[in-house]
């Protein structure tokens, strides 16, 4: 069984914003729709703040300075983080966990540490850190099947987004019990 993610680059917030909200509006689950920013204002408390339900996600976006209210705010896992030789960044979604954990201590290290972890190819994740460290948004969505890979790819395009690749993952099929 194979999991694809699709991603872009955002330019900007209300790019972000409006590809999140077409990404719902289309079918995507929210739990399945990841952002990552930087902290360009700098007023986060750096660690590690979770949330797994919406109203808990806006409220701590609305405490993360406002950066993330809103539609970006509705997101699972969103938090705040300091990436090693990185800065701060604001993430929500399955990216949070991958960013979170044992791929920032990982050889390649910070954002693209976690990027490959997830399946981008190493010279994509450092083009993708090139461009948060410049201010950009990166979204991911996670894709049951071709028909909804086109289907983001599409909703990525319409909103003027940069650098739109997808990534496989294999995973081992499960075994069932005899």
């Known amino acids: 069984m194979s999991k694809t993610s699709v991603f872009c680059i955002a330019q900007s917030h209300s790019a972000a914003e409006q590809i999140v909200e077409s990404l719902q509006s289309s079918g995507f689950n929210a739990s399945e729709i990841s952002v990552l920013l930087p902290d360009t204002e700098g007023k986060h408390d750096i660690g590690m703040v979770k949330a797994t339900k919406a109203p808990e996600g806006a409220t701590t976006g609305a405490t993360a300075g406002g950066i993330t209210g809103g539609v970006l705010g509705l997101l699972a896992g969103i938090g705040a983080l300091a990436i090693p030789g990185v800065g701060p960044f604001i993430a929500a979604g399955p990216i949070m966990a991958?960013?979170?954990?044992?791929?920032?201590?990982?050889?390649?290290g910070g954002i693209v540490g976690g990027l490959v972890g997830m399946g981008i190819p190493e010279f994509e994740a450092k083009r993708y850190e090139d461009k948060l460290k410049s201010g950009s948004y990166l979204i991911a969505v996670h894709a049951h099947d071709d028909d909804e890979t086109d289907r983001a790819k599409q909703i990525f395009k319409t909103a003027g987004a940069d650098d739109i690749t997808t990534s496989s993952m294999s995973k081992a099929p499960e075994r069932a019990s005899a």
């Not at 991958?98 to 390649?108: R, W």
């Open 98 to 108: 991958a960013l979170s954990g044992t791929a920032i201590g990982a050889t390649t």
